[in-house]
């Protein structure tokens, strides 16, 4: 597509549930991103991935979080026993590789309640 | 370690005055780039400039210019003549060489009055 697609666009959630939040990139990106921003702060990195492989999930906060790119294409940011705390949008973003610049899509606005 | 600062969390100016929004980074990498963007109330990020370490010339598009001071690590923006349409959120962003993952300051509201 042209650009990165982010579904869906909000999703309300009770406590304990698990979610899973879709991302499309552009087509032909190799690395792919996921940043999570909470009210009032800048995005937060969470994971990138090159390719198929997880590069750096430095960012994720516990192991309730988990991102897969199976394809190396869409990815999925799964997350299990969700916390009102987990609430948030959500950002992914893609680039083409080395060098290139950050497109990111519109965000999942998570809300836990 | 990476690290962005925008020391300025809020500015309000009035219409058709200039506004320089602050950024000071800080990171070990020799190769980086520095980013700016716009957050609008609508939530998506606009992509406004990137700049690699290596070009320290400042930069001007149209009402924005960019001053890349690597002696002081910082990476200022500033609007020229601001409009309403210019009020969002701004954020600094730095991708280091070496971790390949773009870090974003905090923020700086911009509220441009009429």
């Known amino acids: 597509g042209a650009g990165v697609s982010q579904t869906p666009s909000n999703k309300v959630t009770e406590k304990g549930k698990y979610v899973e939040l879709r991302c499309d990139p552009i087509?032909?990106?190799?690395?792919l991103y996921w940043y999570r921003q909470s009210l009032g702060q800048g995005p937060e990195f969470l994971i990138y991935f090159q390719g198929t492989g997880a590069a750096d999930d430095s960012g994720l906060p516990n192991d309730r979080f988990f991102a897969v790119r199976p394809e190396g294409s869409v990815s999925t940011l799964k997350i299990q026993r969700t916390e009102r705390g987990d609430s948030a949008v959500y950002l992914c973003?893609?680039?083409?590789?080395?060098?290139?610049?950050?497109?990111f899509g519109s965000g999942t606005r998570l809300t836990v309640v | 370690a990476q690290k962005v600062t925008q020391a300025q969390t809020e500015i309000s100016v009035v219409e058709k005055e200039d506004v320089t929004l602050d950024c000071v980074y800080e990171t070990r990498d020799t190769t980086y780039y520095l980013f700016w963007y716009k957050q609008p109330p609508s939530g998506e990020l606009v992509f406004l400039i990137r700049?690699?370490?290596?070009?320290?010339q400042n930069e001007i598009s149209g009402r924005y210019s960019w001053n890349f001071q690597k002696s002081t690590s910082s990476f200022n923006f500033t609007i020229t003549a601001s409009q309403v349409v210019d009020s969002a959120v701004y954020f600094c962003a730095l991708h280091g060489g070496a971790t390949n993952k773009l870090i974003f300051g905090t923020g700086t509201l911009l509220a441009v009055q009429p």
């Open positions: 700049r690699n370490s290596f070009d320290e």
């Open positions: 087509s032909g990106h190799t690395a």
């Open positions: 973003a893609s680039r083409p590789g080395e060098g290139g610049g950050y497109t």
